[in-house]
């Protein structure tokens, strides 16, 4: 357990309070085990620089994007040099220009070298995260609908990169395999049914939330019969959509419903707008491109 929960917000729950945005617990190892990759047995180029040479400088964006990853920087360089001072000018979640200057800084020149890329391969990623995250929250915005991310993350990063969905303005899905049940194919197939696996998981797992995948309106029917907390609407179109939601609010709307497969940024808008509960889209994080940054240094 890191001490970092899912997180899947009812309909029109704001999730742009950055104030209620906590990093993961496991973010001091994170930076420490990026530091190790990269470090090794020591930085034999920043030796190059007298030991007292201090400096100072600067980071910058060449895109637009959202900012995210300030307490990364901020622990990579306490991790290396505490004596660093940073000064970030724009807030966490914050949206960037090209040619904005986020961040300055000053201290001891060789840690500040050190961690240059570590510190930035951190934002850059996160920043990315973060700004899909927001195109993709953006492109539901009035339906009521919720973006969620999946487990498709960088291994090791995975509760950095929730935390990035959430600056972003999308909501979590399960962390990983401890805080939810979620029923799928191999499992109903195992069990003999979804309303046997449904019951096993409450037996089991009494403590976390229960969903099961279906793939047709007749497997939906076994779902509603079970009772699990969510239904996951597996590839099912538009239409079909349609006819679920429809379907659960005759029931008197027993569960949640979650569209999945096949999302895009194209796509995404007329899947919010059939009245599911959620969308995910594993894209969020599984398809980032790190934004352009850049780390300019001034010996002092």
Partial sequence: MLGFCSWIPTQGTAVTNQTAIVPPQDLAQQVSAALREDIGTGDVTAKLVPAGQQARGHVITREAAVLCGQPWVAETFRQLAPSIELAWLVAEGAHVAPGDTLLRFSGPARPLLTGERTALNFLQLLSATATAASH????????????????????????????????????????????????????????????????????????????????????????????????????????????????????????????????????????????????????????VQAVDLSMRLQFV
């Avoid at 194919?185 to 096993?200: Q, R």
């Fill in 136 to 287: 993709y929250a953006q492109a539901v915005a009035g339906t009521g609908c919720i973006v969620l991310d999946t487990r498709k993350t960088i291994p090791g990063l995975r509760t950095a990169q929730k935390y990035a969905v959430r600056v972003g303005g999308a909501g979590n899905h399960r962390i990983g395999l401890y805080d939810m049940v979620l029923i799928k194919e191999n499992h109903i197939i195992a069990t003999g049914s979804i309303g046997a696996a449904i019951a096993a998981a409450r037996t089991s797992a009494p403590h976390v939330r229960v969903e099961t995948e279906v793939e047709n309106l007749d497997e939906l029917e076994q779902a509603f019969a079970a009772r699990p907390d969510i239904v996951l609407l597996d590839n099912f179109s538009t239409d079909d959509l349609r006819r679920a939601v429809q379907r659960n609010r005759e029931l008197g709307a027993p569960v949640k419903l979650e569209a999945s497969g096949n999302a895009s940024l194209q796509t995404l808008r007329a899947i919010a707008e059939t009245g599911v509960d959620y969308v995910s889209v594993g894209a969020i994080t599984k398809h």
